[in-house]
């Protein structure tokens, strides 16, 4: 049964800080794996997928790195700013199915 | 492009009563996917739909149904509401089986059970 963790569960930043946000998986065989952001009271926004064939994702100031073998993905947000504020959510894809397995998420505050 | 719709955005009911919430997939999306999300429990997967047939189910009761249409349009179900089904409802597309797209999410039906 996949599992999913995020570390840290929370974090409160000064504007301009470079972020690591972590997410560790217990079963390696997925299709990919997907990032996104939740704003309080809001659906989920796709950031990045990173497919198990990949080693990195970028998309602007946000970079996803993912080690299959490992079970871990880190998302990395540079030069934060206070609209990156939100729930981070890592979800890997098990192989052969659509669906998704969530972290439990980081709650990111970025302060000016 | 539209995104992902949901219906209604939200919904109060009452306990034993039952409800029925909709979800337009993106334009060409066939695959639709539904998730539960509560302050305890987080996100946890409903059913997966692809073509009108139920690809995966979660760890749910059977009070928790769904179908799909053949525009790809789903509806989920749930009978004999609880007070612990109050929840946000998310509900997912994407192209479907072995492809490499992204899910897109709608913004949710929020449930609230008095």
């Known amino acids: 049964k996949q599992e999913v963790t995020q570390i840290p569960a929370a974090l409160s930043v000064p504007e301009g800080e470079n972020l690591v946000l972590n997410c560790s998986f217990t079963d390696s065989a997925i299709y990919n794996l997907q990032w996104f952001r939740q704003d309080p009271g809001k659906g989920l926004t796709s950031l990045l997928l990173?497919?198990?064939?990949?080693r990195e994702q970028t998309s602007g100031r946000l970079n996803a790195s993912l080690d299959k073998s490992s079970g871990r993905s880190t998302l990395y947000i540079a030069a934060s700013q206070p609209g990156d504020s939100a729930t981070y959510l890592c979800?890997?894809?098990?192989?052969?199915?659509?669906?998704?397995?969530f972290g439990t998420g980081t709650r990111l505050q970025v302060f000016p | 492009k539209a995104g992902v719709t949901q219906t209604p955005r939200y919904l109060i009911k009452t306990r034993g009563q039952q409800v029925t919430l909709s979800c337009s997939p993106i334009s060409g999306h066939r695959s639709v996917s539904w998730y539960q999300q509560t302050p305890g429990q987080g996100l946890q997967f409903l059913f997966e739909?692809?073509?009108?047939?139920?690809?995966n189910k979660g760890n749910f009761p059977g009070r928790f149904s769904g179908r799909q249409f053949s525009n790809s349009r789903s509806e989920m179900n749930v009978s004999t509401l609880e007070l612990g089904d109050s929840a946000l409802y998310l509900c997912?597309?994407?192209?479907?089986?072995?492809?490499?797209?992204?899910?897109?999410f709608g913004d949710g039906t929020r449930l609230s059970i008095l």
């Open positions: 979800a890997p894809r098990p192989q052969g199915t659509d669906k998704l397995i």
């Open positions: 997912a597309s994407s192209l479907g089986q072995g492809d490499n797209q992204p899910q897109h």
């Open positions: 739909y692809f073509s009108e047939t139920q690809r």
């Open positions: 990173i497919q198990s064939s990949q």
